[in-house]
């Protein structure tokens, strides 16, 4: 069975701090990880995607791959109120299937 | 560019009943997909569909669950007989091609199952 395990959360980060939100993986054949955003009552929207190993950066938004480690990480700085959702983490698969991670809900507080 | 569309955006149903979601994709997308979300959880992939062809259904309960896209635009989900585990969000989601993980979801259908 192919997982995608997610911090369980909940986080809780005040205003304009780094919030750090992580995720294992078993398939050591997927290629590509995407973060995803979802509001409460709405649809996930994706925000980051990574398929090297190291840093991605956009804007306020940092993704992390460490292959060797199964690892992958979302980290957002100067966390706004806004930032409030929960994130999804997914893999994709060598067959482009995406399975995805329970999700981590973060809160920050103003 | 209008987005996935789907609906009825809330359904309530007793056990046994039917109940069927209806999706219509971003336009040109090849891909559709079918997504069950429980409340707490991510979503899984029940159905995904490339053009009019099943690609995968590994995981859909085909004793009550069926799917289909009709001329590689629209697309049904059928539910017949609901159970209360069936209770969740059903999302359906399109993407340009299958070899992407950048998906576009709807709005979602929310079925409660008394």
């Known amino acids: 069975q192919k997982e995608v395990e997610q911090n369980s959360g909940p986080l809780s980060v005040p205003e304009g701090a780094i919030a750090s939100l992580n995720c294992t993986y078993s398939?050591?054949?997927?290629?590509?990880f995407f973060w995803y955003r979802q509001y409460s009552g709405k649809s996930p929207e994706l925000i980051m995607f990574i398929y090297s190993n190291g840093d991605k950066e956009d804007g306020r938004f940092t993704a992390q791959l460490n292959k060797a480690s199964q690892y992958v990480s979302l980290l957002i700085r100067d966390s706004q109120p806004s930032d409030s959702a929960t994130y999804l983490c997914a893999g994709e698969s060598s067959n482009y299937k995406l399975t995805f991670g329970k999700g981590t809900l973060l809160t920050v507080n103003p | 560019e209008a987005g996935v569309a789907q609906s009825p955006r809330y359904k309530i149903i007793e056990k046994r009943q039917s109940v069927a979601f209806w999706c219509n994709p971003i336009s040109g997308h090849a891909t559709l997909y079918w997504y069950q979300q429980i409340l707490g959880q991510g979503p899984k992939l029940l159905i995904q569909?490339?053009?009019?062809?099943?690609?995968?259904d590994s995981q859909l309960p085909k004793d009550r669950f069926s799917a289909e896209r009709l001329k590689g635009v629209d697309s049904t989900l059928k539910i017949q007989p609901a159970k209360l585990e069936d209770s969740a969000v059903y999302l359906c989601a399109s993407s340009l091609d299958h070899n992407t993980g950048e998906l576009f979801f709807g709005e979602g259908s929310r079925l409660t199952v008394l």
């Open positions: 398939d050591r054949g997927s290629q590509s």
């Open positions: 569909f490339q053009n009019n062809g099943v690609v995968d």
